[in-house]
C-alpha cells in the first residue's frame, strides 16, 4: 500500500527563526497521534538558518486535508503571517517503492 507523503519548506521571517522552529515542534506530538500520521518529523537547514522543513507521512492525501482542519494545526495556521516569510512550499508526494 503507498502512502502520501508531504514536504513542506518553511522560512522564517528575519528573527524569528527561534519561534518557528518552537511552533514547528510544537505540531509534531499531537500530530503523530493523529490515526493516519505513519510519520512527522521537523527538520532545520544545515545551510540556512532561517529554512525548517516538515516530512509527513499520511496513509493518504483525504487523510492530511483531515490534520489541516485539527484545532492544533488551525492555531498554527493563524501564527503563518507572523512568522512566516513568503508562501509555505509545499510538495506531495506518493510512495512508489514498498516500505522497508
Known sequence: MS????????????????????ALLSLVAPSRAEDACLS???HHSNDDPDLRMVYENWRSA????????????????????????????LRSFTRLSDAA
Open 62 to 89: 483525504g487523510d492530511l486535508d483531515g490534520h489541516f482542519a485539527l484545532p492544533h494545526m488551525q492555531a498554527f495556521v493563524a501564527r503563518i503571517p507572523d512568522l512566516v516569510e513568503g508562501d509555505l512550499d
Open 3 to 22: 502512502n502520501f507523503t508531504n514536504l513542506v519548506f518553511i522560512r522564517a521571517k528575519a528573527g524569528r527563526s527561534e519561534d518557528l522552529g518552537k
Open 40 to 42: 512527522y518529523d521537523v
